[in-house]
T-cell receptor, first 111, second 114 residues
Framework: NAGVTQTPKFRVLKTGQSMTLLCAQDMNHEYMYWYRQDPGMGLRLIHYSVGEGTTAKGEVPDGYNVSRLKKQNFLLGLESAAPSQTSVYFC??????????FGPGTRLTVL | SQQGEEDPQALSIQEGENATMNCSYKTSINNLQWYRQNSGRGLVHLILIRSNEREKHSGRLRVTLDTSKKSSSLLITASRAADTASYFCATDGGYTGTASKLTFGTGTRLQVTL
């Protein structure tokens, strides 16, 4: 099993550009999450999903959109990137409220 | 907003010594989890302790939870160089709406030297 995978691993964008981060899990988890990690801030929840076709806002959702068209995939979109969105993005999945399984992260720089 | 706050922010010890990290939180929880993050990698789950548990062990890890003081500690015994990583506590406050929210602290950076 690959667990949770994320693509791409690195990306540099210019302000105003758009991009989509892809997360895939092969553990048949219902719940999936997108976090961002910034220095000194810990991880903050952006959006999450409790099942195929559902999404919900987390702690810092502004500037991001998500979709969960298939149970195994969770996409995070930036429609118009801003320098404040420079961060490391982590996807995670879980069966329920317990242990989260994390992907390796995507390092995004917005110039 | 941060729920868990780890202390200390950084810890440097020698191989073979024990490492203790503390986590304090503000509101009631269903469970508290500890994660490890190696440099440049994703987080790995270490242990989960429920609000009705006081102590839990997993290999060289020992976690305690004091809900009256809203605090938890992670003890790593006989540390190894491979334990060098950042350690995060995360509090689960229970279901709010459609799912439980896991709130992470800012982490303790552990350095184990030979």
């Amino acid at each position: 099993n690959a667990g949770v995978t994320q693509t791409p691993k690195f990306r540099v964008l210019k302000t105003g550009q758009s991009m989509t981060l892809l997360c895939a899990q092969d553990m048949n988890h219902e719940y999936m999450y997108w976090y961002r990690q910034d220095p000194g801030m810990g991880l903050r929840l952006i959006h999450y999903s409790v099942g195929e076709g559902t999404t919900a806002k987390g702690e810092v959702p502004d500037g991001y959109n998500v979709s969960r068209l298939k149970k195994q995939n969770f996409l995070l979109g930036l429609e118009s990137a801003a320098p404040s969105q420079t961060s490391v993005y982590f996807c995670a999945s879980s069966y329920g409220p317990g242990e989260r399984f994390f992907g390796p992260g995507t390092r995004l720089t917005v110039l | 907003s941060q729920q868990g706050e780890e202390d200390p922010q950084a810890l440097s010890i020698q191989e073979g010594e024990n490492a203790t990290m503390n986590c304090s939180y503000k509101t009631s929880i269903n469970n508290l989890q500890w994660y490890r993050q190696n440099s440049g990698r994703g987080l790995v789950h270490l242990i989960l302790i429920r609000s009705n548990e006081r102590e839990k062990h997993s290999g060289r890890l020992r976690v305690t939870l004091d809900t009256s003081k809203k605090s938890s500690s992670l003890l790593i015994t006989a540390s190894r160089a491979a334990d060098t990583a950042s350690y995060f506590c995360a509090t689960d406050g229970g279901y709010t709406g459609t799912a439980s929210k896991l709130t992470f602290g800012t982490g303790t950076r552990l350095q184990v030297t030979l």
